[in-house]
């Protein structure tokens, strides 16, 4: 007799894929309802610098980190959760007009950086570049993904590690009323990861 297993959905389902003493970095195969107040309050500061777009809600957590082809990782500190990046494929936000004019729309093989966030009281601590490093190691792990791009203001992307291009600027981003660019990071410019997987 088989019995239909039951599912908890308050309860998130997640790999953990790295920590360093308390705190942890989780891969997030399916997010649970537990979970959705603590990244909804986290959202806000988003909102500050990019937009109330950015605030996150039940409809906007299921399509962006419950979403099949997106890269959803979250950081806990001392398990409460302190911080968030979303990647997904170009392809998955259609309804962008900016996603289209991307040349590499359409091939499958670009992660856009959605949403990185991390509580303003942890920023100092490295936690932030641990994020954003793991979460860099995994899009180059994903099948046939090259590249990494993303909307910053204007001038954070000189500061990034790596391969950059600023593909575009836009003036007043989101009704931000700041400059923006738009940036493409190549993730293995000696195609070192695409020899592996080819």
């Known amino acids: ?9 308050s309860l998130s389902e997640a790999d953990e894929i790295a920590s360093s003493g308390n705190f942890i970095i989780e891969l997030i195969n399916r997010l649970g309802e537990k979970d959705y107040k603590p990244l909804i309050e986290i959202s806000h500061s988003l909102a500050e610098e990019y937009g109330e777009k950015y605030i996150l809600n039940d409809n906007t957590i299921g399509k962006y980190f419950n979403r099949e082809g997106s890269l959803p990782i979250i950081a806990r500190f001392q398990k409460k959760i302190i911080g968030y990046i979303i990647g ?10 900016w996603s289209r004019l991307d040349e590499n729309y359409g091939k499958f093989n670009t ?24 979460y860099l190691n995994w899009a180059k792990k994903r099948e046939g993904i090259i590249f990494s791009t993303g909307h910053v203001k204007k001038g954070i992307s000189s500061r990034f590690k790596g391969k950059i291009e600023i593909i575009n600027q836009i003036e007043n981003w989101q009704g931000t009323e700041e400059i ?16 592996k997987v080819g």
């Open 1 to 9: 007799m088989n019995k239909a297993l039951i599912q908890d959905s």
């Open 88 to 97: 997904m494929p170009l392809e998955l936000l259609s309804q962008e007009p």
């Open 111 to 134: 992660l856009y950086t959605y949403a990185f966030v991390i509580q303003n009281k942890y920023k100092k601590n490295g936690y932030a570049k641990t994020l954003k490093k793991v």
């Open 180 to 195: 923006f660019e738009y940036y493409r990071r190549n993730l293995d410019p000696e195609k070192i990861h695409q020899k």
